[in-house]
């Protein structure tokens, strides 16, 4: 199996995460959503924000975005859980599509990714969305423990990689108009 399309599986996995744990705090309340909690980020909105800032900058920087070193000045925090989700949403299918472009070649593409006044950073494009993809489970972690501490049960987030659980993912698959014969191939 070529990288590639552990990549494009990946950034799928990431986006029916993000739709699963999204669903799951919609019922919260905007107190409950800004609580003082237990992790890096104090509160739920402030990791989800977290996320979605660093999911721009690292999308950004794969699509060759102009103006990404002043990207955390410019980042602006929601307060509410429904657009932070429509924002995420599109980072999400905006890295989805970067994913789908990928071959051989593309994984080793140079992604350059602008830092503080006149540093950047460059690395392989496979290396930066493997980075990406360990932030985005590391942080949605913390959320899922955070959830342990409201009346929300946390979801499931990892049934996605595999084909053989199919069944446990083929609502959000509907949901998110995904089909399984043209994510997973033969495979299913």
Known sequence: MHAATLLRLQARANRLANHRLHLAMATLTAAELHAPRSSFFPTL?????????????YVGALHGDAGLAEHWHRYLPDRELAPLAGRQRLVDERLIACCDALDDAGCERTVEMPRRAGVVQRDAAAFVLQHLFMHQTHHRGQVHAMLSG????????????MPSDAPLRSAEMAALGWDEAAVYGHRI
Do not use: I, R
Not at 45 to 57: G, K, P, S
Not at 150 to 161: I, K, M, N, R, Y
């Open 150 to 161: 409201t009346a929300v049960s946390p979801p499931q987030l990892d049934e996605f990689l």
């Open 45 to 57: 909105m402030a990791t989800l924000n977290h996320v979605l800032a660093v999911d721009q900058y």
